[in-house]
């Protein structure tokens, strides 16, 4: 009998590159999961650089956000194409910082969230790395990403070369995110309708973030008529030593062109770790994280929609994103009130009391029961 699986369950041991078809679904919950919890690392640092600083580097983690959000839509089609529900309307699906990758080894660190610094951009490269160099993957787990995606791309056409594609992609095409729904300079989403397409969506998500075998760059000016531009590694790199790419440089190489201005002392820093809302001197501070986490909430509630048959709504969940900004600005401006020198941060912790009603209600009803 094949093992079944709940949301809470990613464990290492479970991998295998001969699946069927409830773990393959698995997989790809654990890979929409793992999109998600890039996307707050990567605006936490964005939001916390000071006004009219970095603006070169504000405006690529930017660009990395809007592809982090194309990929965490093609991870959701793929799921809907093989006739499985994406889940992110349980809080249990949701990150919480530090977030542990489903999966992953001992090697990938839970991450935290962190202002702009060196330690923010190393700690992004690491999430985007490519796989040279790193153990292969075992029962203990995946080292990078890619090697993931790896994984359920060898599963998937092992799958359909057992049961045929029929059997496999029998999801209903209306539950697919297309171009009309989600579009922007990273690329844009197509639907999963068979093995061509699903390799598609799994070849855009892994190359735009590490980039092609010995090339620094992804494939969108070929497949989407795009600017050709860095994969997200390289991008962080550039960040991370202050200096474009040159002609010559190689994926091995630092990079060794123009110089870019990065500023790490204008961020407004903070302490992960150092926020204790529950403190009676924190009550300011936890209605500004409370509004912004409600907020939060709101657009994950909207991408659970958008994923699982109303993919209109996910025009309006790229804006609803972009105005978390404004939230995110005042909280990271705000001193914090019990550490000098240090200033709040948005904790992006979604808030059963409005994704789970139901379920929170009769957990305040609970004890009257008794």
Do not use: C
């Amino acid at each position: 009998m094949a093992p079944t699986f709940d949301n809470e369950n990613f464990d290492p041991k479970d991998l295998t590159e001969t699946p069927d078809l409830p773990q393959l679904r698995h997989f790809l919950q654990a890979a929409l999961q793992i999109e998600l919890t890039t996307i707050p690392l990567y605006l936490t640092a964005m939001y916390s650089i000071r006004p009219g600083a970095n603006e070169e580097s504000f405006y690529v983690m930017r660009s990395v956000v809007l592809e982090e959000m194309l990929h965490m839509t093609l991870a959701a089609n793929l799921i809907n194409a093989l006739g499985g529900k994406p889940i992110l309307d349980k809080v249990r699906n949701i990150p919480h910082y530090p977030a542990k990758a489903p999966y992953s080894a001992e090697s990938v660190a839970p991450f935290p969230l962190r202002h702009f610094s060196p330690e923010a951009l190393d700690m992004f490269i690491a999430i985007e790395s490519p796989p040279y160099g790193k153990p292969h993957w075992d029962d203990r787990g995946w080292h990078t990403i890619g090697q993931f995606y790896g994984i359920i791309d060898r599963g998937l056409r092992n799958l359909v070369e057992r049961e045929g594609e029929k059997a496999v992609f029998l999801g209903e095409h209306a539950r697919q995110v297309g171009p009309d729904d989600f579009y922007n300079s990273g690329g844009e989403a197509f639907a999963v309708t068979d093995l061509a397409s699903a390799r598609k969506a799994i070849e855009v998500i892994v190359e735009e973030g590490e980039g092609l075998d010995e090339s620094i760059f992804s494939r969108d000016d070929r497949l989407f008529d795009e600017q050709r531009q860095e994969a997200h590694y390289f991008r962080f790199r550039q960040i991370r030593h202050a200096r474009r790419y040159g002609p010559h440089d190689t994926p091995s190489d630092r990079p060794s062109g123009a110089p870019i201005e990065v500023d790490w002392s204008a961020a407004y820093a903070f302490k992960p770790g150092a926020m204790n809302l529950q403190d009676p001197r924190m009550a300011s501070a936890k209605k500004l994280i409370d509004g912004f986490n409600a907020q939060y909430t709101g657009l994950i509630k909207g991408l659970n929609q958008a994923f699982n048959g109303q993919p209109q709504v996910l025009r309006d969940a790229i804006p609803a994103m972009l105005e978390l900004r404004y939230l995110a600005e005042e909280i990271h401006r705000t001193p914090h009130p019990l550490h000098e020198g240090l200033h709040l941060h948005p904790t992006y912790q979604v808030r059963k009391d409005l994704l789970e009603p139901s379920a929170a209600a009769e957990q305040a009803e609970a004890p009257a029961r008794i």
